[in-house]
């Protein structure tokens, strides 16, 4: 069993959804470009093999099935098994749900407290008004249960922004055509890389940290709900800012795949690989012992990141503000899961001018960074902290993040990576 069938959703009947990783579900393959009609694998994002397995029945072994009960049961005892009952809304009970099962749990969690807001950005400095999008996570106040009042079961709660990005002006767009130019003489040297991350990259971040189907399949499963993260996040900021590609700017972009049905900004790769490069990272080495192992998993993420610009369907900029959101929503769900506090993140594309994307910009030495080109300030890092409280934890995804990080005991570089 191959890791992307675990992890991709494509169980028995998902096909070409095994490497998009949101195969199975047909409903999350939109993102992964393959997907499709994934049958059985039904909810798709880490359980196809697994829902698979519950639907294989066939007439000949059902109609077996029935002759054995036939034969067996003898006369009605109505309930001999006492196994109580469970309690509702408790964690642990996630143990005992199939994958894909967990999967749309933690999706809601997740989702559910992530609000998009637009609005235009002002011109200064010479600079044009371009429309924006804030990210803003739903904190929770207060939550008192129980009492006569039913408004009590309800708790009071409040918006603060995990980041806002602006779209870059349509000059910053036109020159940044001229580096996708540049990046096409790479096409034939990373066709290979490029054709086979089409879809969810998994493999690619696989061989980085030794992910395997049964001994890290609850890893797997935090890497899928954060692709799935990632996707559906990208998806909205993409229509907040309805950025053209680069081959609507010029016939000779030629890019060497499908233009995807989408805008460009933020680069949903970028977003998806730097995500999945954030949590492995905190999974597998909280402590920050392994640099090597964190530098290894960013620059697996970067390299996915350009080639999506060498392919000709992304702009270096849709990539840095790709990165900078993919850290960050690595960042908000480590904290759901472990309750930690988050730096905001602002991205204001405006005067990008011909800069290129270079990861270690944006991040270094385990933290992300500010980026300033020329007068512009492109990245900014900081400001009003998002706290996340007791009550803005999730419980389920908790439970999953626990499992995860029993399967990463120690670190396997006997130097602890220096």
Same mark, same amino acid.
């Given at each position: 069993?191959?890791?992307?069938?675990?992890?991709?959703?494509?169980?028995?009947?998902?096909?070409?959804?095994?490497?998009?990783?949101?195969?199975?579900?047909?409903?999350?393959?939109?993102?992964?470009?393959?997907?499709?009609?994934?049958?059985?694998?039904?909810?798709?994002?880490?359980?196809?093999?697994?829902?698979?397995?519950?639907?294989?029945?066939?007439?000949?072994?059902?109609?077996?099935?029935? =002759?054995?009960?036939?034969?067996?049961?003898?006369?009605?005892?109505?309930?001999?098994?006492?196994?109580?009952?469970?309690?509702?809304?408790?964690?642990? %009970?996630?143990?005992?749900?199939?994958?894909?099962?967990?999967? #749309?749990?933690?999706?809601?969690?997740?989702? /559910?407290?992530?609000?998009? #807001?637009?609005?235009?950005?002002?011109?200064?400095?010479?600079?044009?008004?371009?429309?924006?999008?804030?990210?803003?996570?739903?904190?929770?106040?207060?939550?008192?249960?129980?009492?006569?009042?039913?408004?009590?079961?309800?708790?009071?709660?409040?918006?603060?922004?995990? @980041?806002?990005?602006?779209?870059?002006?349509?000059?910053?767009?036109?020159?940044?055509?001229?580096?996708? %130019?540049?990046?096409?003489?790479?096409? +034939?040297?990373?066709?290979?890389?490029?054709?086979?991350?089409?879809?969810?990259?998994?493999?690619?971040?696989?061989?980085?940290?030794?992910? &395997?189907?049964?001994?890290?399949?609850?890893?797997?499963?935090?890497?899928?709900?954060?692709?799935?993260?990632?996707?559906?996040?990208? @998806?909205?900021?993409?229509?907040?800012?309805?950025?053209?590609?680069?081959?609507?700017?010029?016939?000779?972009?030629?890019?060497?795949?499908?233009?995807?049905?989408?805008?460009?900004?933020?680069?949903?790769?970028?977003?998806?690989?730097? =995500?999945?490069?954030?949590?492995?990272?905190?999974?597998?080495?909280?402590?920050?012992?392994?640099?090597?192992?964190?530098?290894?998993?960013?620059?697996?993420?970067?390299? =996915?990141?350009? %080639?999506?610009?060498?392919?000709? +369907?992304? #702009?270096?900029? $849709?990539?840095?503000?790709?990165?900078?959101?993919?850290?960050?929503?690595?960042?908000? @769900? !480590?904290?759901?899961?472990?309750?930690?506090?988050?730096?905001?993140? =602002?991205?204001?594309?405006?005067?990008?001018? &011909? !800069? $290129? #994307?270079?990861?270690?910009?944006?991040?270094?030495?385990?933290?992300?960074? /500010?980026?300033?080109?020329? %007068?512009?300030?492109?990245?900014?890092?900081?400001?009003?902290?998002?706290?996340?409280?007791?009550?803005?934890?999730?419980?389920?995804?908790?439970?999953?993040?626990?499992?995860?990080?029993?399967?990463?005991?120690?670190?396997?570089?006997?130097?602890?990576?220096?």
């Amino acid at each position: 069993m191959t890791i992307s069938a675990v992890a991709g959703g494509a169980g028995g009947a998902g096909g070409a959804g095994g490497a998009s990783l949101a195969g199975g579900a047909g409903g999350a393959g939109g993102a992964g470009g393959a997907g499709g009609a994934g049958g059985a694998g039904g909810a798709g994002i880490v359980g196809g093999a697994a829902a698979g397995s519950a639907g294989s029945y066939g007439p000949l072994l059902a109609a077996a099935m029935i =002759i054995s009960r036939d034969g067996i049961v003898g006369k009605w005892n109505h309930a001999t098994l006492d196994p109580g009952e469970l309690t509702g809304g408790d964690p642990d %009970n996630m143990a005992l749900w199939a994958p894909w099962v967990r999967a #749309f749990v933690v999706e809601h969690e997740l989702l /559910s407290r992530l609000e998009f #807001f637009g609005f235009e950005a002002s011109a200064s400095k010479g600079q044009e008004r371009e429309p924006g999008v804030h990210v803003a996570h739903l904190n929770i106040r207060d939550h008192r249960k129980g009492g006569e009042d039913e408004k009590s079961d309800f708790p009071k709660v409040s918006y603060v922004k995990l @980041m806002s990005l602006t779209r870059p002006s349509w000059s910053d767009f036109r020159n940044q055509l001229d580096l996708v %130019n540049t990046y096409a003489d790479l096409r +034939v040297d990373r066709s290979p890389e490029i054709l086979n991350q089409v879809g969810f990259p998994t493999p690619f971040f696989g061989t980085v940290v030794s992910l &395997h189907p049964e001994r890290t399949r609850y890893t797997l499963e935090v890497v899928a709900a954060a692709q799935l993260l990632a996707a559906k996040v990208a @998806m909205q900021v993409k229509h907040a800012l309805a950025c053209r590609r680069p081959d609507a700017l010029s016939p000779q972009v030629q890019p060497m795949i499908p233009t995807p049905g989408h805008g460009t900004l933020p680069s949903a790769h970028a977003v998806e690989a730097f =995500i999945v490069a954030t949590v492995l990272w905190k999974i597998i080495d909280p402590q920050a012992a392994a640099p090597k192992l964190r530098d290894m998993l960013m620059a697996q993420a970067e390299r =996915i990141a350009v %080639n999506r610009t060498v392919a000709g +369907v992304h #702009f270096p900029v $849709d990539s840095i503000a790709g990165a900078v959101l993919g850290i960050t929503l690595g960042e908000y @769900m !480590h904290a759901r899961a472990t309750r930690a506090d988050i730096e905001p993140a =602002i991205f204001d594309g405006r005067g990008i001018g &011909h !800069h $290129d #994307f270079h990861a270690g910009e944006i991040f270094h030495d385990g933290q992300r960074r /500010s980026l300033k080109v020329r %007068n512009a300030k492109i990245v900014k890092i900081g400001g009003r902290d998002v706290k996340i409280r007791k009550e803005d934890t999730s419980k389920p995804l908790s439970w999953l993040w626990q499992q995860a990080l029993k399967e990463w005991p120690d670190l396997r570089s006997g130097d602890g990576g220096q």
